[in-house]
C-alpha cells in the first residue's frame, strides 16, 4: 500500500480472498485465480487454506494437552498443567451446570469445540500483512489464516453438533417421540401443520444460528483489523492513529475471541441437553 501498487478496494478484496483448490466445469483441477473460477468451481472449490490452518490448529491442540497430560503430576503442577487444568474444570464446571442426562462425550466435546474455536479466533490478533506477505514471497497468492471467518469452517462444525442433537434425540425419545415432539407441541394434536413449521423453523435455526454467530462476529473483527491496516499507507499521522487503534482492537478483541467460542460450546451443551429431554 505504501507504494500505491495496489487500491485499497483490491487491498481488501485480497486478504478477504481465500487459497481455492477444485475443479472446474471442464473436468480439470486447479488453484482458481480469482472469484470467477471459484463460481465456476462450484461445490468442489476447497479453501486449502482455512482447510489447513483448522487442522494445524487442531493437531497443536491435541499434541499440546497430550504432552501436559503425559508430564502431569501429583505434586506441585507447572505453569502448563495448571493452565489446562483450569480450562477442564471451566468446561467441566459449564458441563455440569447446563447438561443434567449422562453422556461421557459431552464434555470432551465441549473443551474441544472450546479450545479449538479459541485457537482459531486467536489467529485474528496475527497482524493482517505478515503471513500473507510471506506466503506471497513462497509463490502462493492467498492467504486467510483465520478458519472462523470462512463460513465453511463454522457451518461444519454446526453441522456435526446438529447432526449430533438429531441422533441423540431419535436414541433417546425414539423416531416416533422426536417426529410426535415436532408434529404435536406447542398447540396439540390438531395444531400439527402449525407445530411442524414452528418447531421446523426452530431446530433449523440452532445449527445456522451456531454457525453464523461465530462467522459474523470474526469476520467484521478480521475486517476492521484490515481497514486500520490501511491507514498505514496514508502517511505518519495516520500510522501512528492506526497503531493505536490497532492496540485498542486488539486488546478488545481478546474478549469477543473467547466470548465466542464460550457461546458456540455452551449452546452446544445446551443443544445436546435438550436432545436428550424427554418431554411428554
Not at 472449490?45 to 497430560?69: E, I, K, P, Q, Y
Amino acid at each position: 500500500m505504501a507504494t500505491g501498487e495496489i487500491t485499497a478496494g483490491e487491498y481488501i478484496k485480497h486478504h478477504l480472498t481465500n487459497l481455492t483448490f477444485g475443479r472446474f466445469p471442464d473436468g480439470t483441477w486447479g488453484w482458481a485465480r480469482d472469484a470467477a473460477d471459484v463460481q465456476a468451481m462450484g461445490f468442489w472449490a476447497f479453501h486449502v487454506d482455512s482447510l489447513a490452518w483448522s487442522v494445524g490448529l487442531g493437531a497443536l491442540f491435541l499434541w499440546w494437552f497430550r504432552r501436559v497430560a503425559r508430564r502431569a503430576t501429583a505434586g506441585v503442577p507447572g505453569g502448563a498443567q495448571n493452565f489446562v487444568e483450569w480450562i477442564v474444570e471451566f468446561v467441566d464446571a459449564n458441563v455440569r451446570g447446563s447438561f443434567s442426562a449422562r453422556n461421557d462425550l459431552v464434555a470432551p466435546l465441549s473443551l474441544t469445540i472450546f479450545v479449538w474455536i479459541f485457537l482459531m479466533n486467536l489467529m485474528d490478533l496475527v497482524p493482517v500483512d505478515w503471513i500473507p506477505q510471506l506466503a506471497h514471497l513462497l509463490g502462493v497468492p492467498y492467504m486467510k489464516i483465520v478458519p472462523s471467518t470462512d463460513p465453511n469452517v463454522t457451518f461444519g462444525m454446526a453441522f456435526v453438533v446438529f447432526g449430533l442433537m438429531l441422533y441423540y434425540s431419535v436414541r433417546i425419545k425414539g423416531l416416533g417421540g422426536f417426529v410426535g415432539e415436532l408434529a404435536f407441541q406447542p398447540f396439540g394434536r390438531w395444531g400439527a401443520p402449525i407445530n411442524l413449521v414452528l418447531e421446523g423453523v426452530a431446530l433449523i435455526s440452532k445449527p445456522v444460528s451456531l454457525a453464523l454467530r461465530l462467522f459474523g462476529n470474526m469476520y467484521a473483527g478480521e475486517t476492521i483489523f484490515i481497514l486500520i491496516a490501511l491507514m498505514y499507507g496514508a502517511g505518519w499521522i495516520l500510522g501512528v492513529f492506526g497503531g493505536l487503534l490497532q492496540l485498542g482492537w486488539a486488546i478488545f478483541h481478546v474478549l469477543i475471541i473467547t466470548l465466542q467460542a464460550f457461546i458456540f460450546m455452551v449452546l452446544t451443551i445446551v443443544y445436546l441437553d435438550m436432545a436428550h429431554q424427554e418431554h411428554h
